[in-house]
């Protein structure tokens, strides 16, 4: 049986990820511990979609940046996302013992080792971000550097791991309280992927952070209907723990159908916010439909 042609978007999206994958391949190839280098290369290389560092090479495609700069600031913020999966997997966060369909950093090595990759993953990816190669001018390397932090840190995802961590013993949760939650664990990731293309052009960002909102949000609710529609082999982890632990999701607050009808309204409202960067913008609407559409 003949395979399905692949569409423009599949084409570039699995272009931006092999691209990814070679420059983090170069990234990792030395460390003072061999051990601690190959529990990161373990953690960040071959596997995953790479759909954020894709972002980053579409929003920058946009204002003509150079490919490289926007492949480094990509592979930068993937560094960021990987270490953020092998701590959640740890037994004190999620206590996982699958990711991307092998066993997680802390199964495969130990604890130690991943916390210590994950921590080594994080730092790369500033080291990355403040490189002359990542941009000429050290004013936009700087405000690389302080999104990202900000993206990443007490006011973004880590942030939102934490209210999240003290929603499991709290009040229930509202539908208000969960989206705030992902704003921050989820979004904040996104909307650094979606903007980066802006900061290293230095144009203005605020219709990408439009954008990048909705398809955070978007994207979680697509993660919360995986979850509870598909199954371990399918998405290569472990599925339905929150419904196991009691804990709300969105898609549980609003039933499965209006959640779908949610994020459709997100998709419809991420994509009218590109219309001033006409077609040059189409693959980051391809994206935005393509995160409702996944299967993993």
């Known amino acids: 049986m003949a395979s399905t042609p692949e569409t423009?978007?599949?084409?570039?999206?699995?272009?931006?990820?092999?691209?990814?994958?070679?420059?983090?391949?170069?990234?990792?190839?030395?460390?003072?511990?061999?051990?601690?280098?190959?529990?990161?290369?373990?953690?960040?290389?071959g596997a995953g979609k790479r759909l954020r560092p894709f972002l980053?090479?579409?929003?920058?495609?946009?204002?003509?940046?150079?490919?490289?700069?926007?492949?480094?600031?990509?592979?930068?913020?993937?560094?960021v996302h990987c270490y953020s999966l092998v701590h959640d997997d740890l037994p004190a966060m999620d206590d996982d013992d699958l990711r991307r369909g092998k066993p997680t950093a802390h199964r495969k090595f130990d604890e130690a080792?991943?916390?210590?990759?994950?921590?080594?993953?994080?730092?790369?990816?500033?080291?990355?971000?403040?490189?002359?190669?990542?941009?000429?001018?050290?004013?936009?390397?700087?405000?690389?550097?302080?999104?990202?932090?900000?993206?990443?840190?007490?006011?973004?995802?880590?942030?939102?791991?934490?209210?999240?961590?003290?929603?499991?013993?709290?009040?229930?949760?509202?539908?208000?309280?969960?989206i705030r939650i992902q704003a921050h664990k989820t979004g904040a990731l996104f909307r650094f992927a979606c903007e980066a293309g802006a900061i290293l052009a230095g144009a203005d960002p605020t219709p990408l952070r439009h954008y990048a909102d909705d398809i955070?949000?978007?994207?979680?609710?697509?993660?919360?209907?995986l979850d509870l529609e598909s199954s371990p082999e399918a998405l290569g982890k472990a599925t339905q723990k929150d419904l196991q632990r009691?804990?709300?999701?969105?898609?549980?607050?609003?039933?499965?159908?209006?959640?779908?009808?949610?994020?459709?309204?997100?998709?419809a409202s991420a994509t009218a916010a590109l219309a001033l960067y006409g077609s040059k913008a189409d693959m980051l609407r391809e994206a935005a439909r393509f995160i409702v559409s996944r299967k993993k």
């Open 246 to 267: 009691g804990k709300a999701t969105i898609a549980s607050l609003m039933g499965r159908k209006a959640a779908a009808e949610k994020a459709g309204s997100l998709i």
């Open 113 to 178: 080792t991943a916390i210590l990759a994950g921590d080594s993953l994080l730092t790369l990816a500033f080291e990355i971000l403040a490189h002359g190669e990542t941009h000429a001018d050290a004013e936009v390397r700087s405000a690389l550097v302080l999104e990202l932090t900000r993206a990443s840190g007490m006011n973004g995802m880590a942030g939102g791991q934490m209210l999240d961590i003290e929603a499991e013993a709290g009040p229930a949760q509202t539908l208000d309280s969960i």
């Open 56 to 79: 980053v090479i579409e929003s920058a495609r946009l204002f003509n940046v150079p490919a490289a700069s926007a492949l480094r600031v990509g592979a930068a913020l993937e560094c």
């Open 216 to 225: 955070g949000l978007a994207f979680q609710i697509a993660d919360d209907l």
């Open 8 to 45: 423009q978007f599949e084409t570039a999206l699995r272009e931006a990820a092999a691209a990814t994958d070679a420059l983090l391949e170069q990234l990792l190839s030395e460390s003072a511990s061999p051990r601690l280098l190959s529990a990161m290369r373990y953690a960040a290389l």
